[in-house]
């Protein structure tokens, strides 16, 4: 299931919707991000997150698809948050259940690092100085490729 | 359908910094993605970036697509900068 919404989200009520997935789940690997005080400029006072709405649901739904594939994925959630954020606030959620840690570890993180590839959002980071769109990193995108195919 | 328009769409940086959200434009034929990229670059201004020194990400009807892929009639395209999300 992905959701793409302004308001904040539960990550014990998460949890336990992932924990409900049948017998066969043996291990649930979830991450959350949060909007930090540093990122390409110091002092970050909060973030403003725009999307295309429609693309983005697609994208995800893919990469969930692509996870499901490759890895044991009983069931995977996606939370991702636009709009206004402030500090420490959370940005994302991937949650992933699978019969054993190896597939929801991966499956967990391959959504994460190819959502930050490929979903459409854009974030731009706000701080007293002004404001400033961020660049994708070279990092990230190196990231995404060494999932291949 | 009689309508030989098609939608175009910005995002993030582009969409503030040409001041424009959407556009419909007359659906040239034989165009591809790249070919509508070059005709908004030559309005000039802030349009020129288009073709600048900046990657420009391109999504037809919701799909990345590469600047050789045909734009016809009815279709959405989406000019965007690299994405930033998670």
Known sequence: MISIQTEDFDCAAE????????AGTGAIA??????????????????????????TEQVIAGLIEEASQRWDVRKARVIHRIG????????????????????????CEFIMDALKTSAPFWKKELSEAGEHWVEQKASDVARGEAWGK | ??????????????REELG?????????????????LAALASRGGPW??????????????????????????GDEVAFFPPVTGG
Request: glycine fraction near 8%.
């Open chain 1, 15 to 22: 949890y336990a919707a992932l924990r409900d997935s049948g």
């Open chain 1, 30 to 55: 979830t991450f959350t991000g949060l909007v930090r005080d540093s990122g390409d400029k110091q002092d970050v006072s909060g973030l403003f997150l725009e999307h295309y709405p429609g693309m």
């Open chain 1, 84 to 107: 206004r954020l402030q500090l420490q606030e959370q940005i994302v959620f991937v949650g992933v259940c699978s019969a054993h840690r190896g597939d929801a570890f991966a499956a």
């Open chain 2, 1 to 14: 359908m009689t309508d030989q328009t098609l939608t175009v769409r910005f995002f993030a940086r582009l």
């Open chain 2, 20 to 36: 424009t959200e959407e556009l419909t434009l007359p659906a040239d034929k034989d165009q591809t993605a790249g070919d509508l």
């Open chain 2, 48 to 73: 020129a970036q288009l073709q600048g020194n900046q990657p420009v990400m391109i999504a037809i009807n919701q799909a990345m697509a590469k600047p050789g892929a045909p734009v016809k009639a």
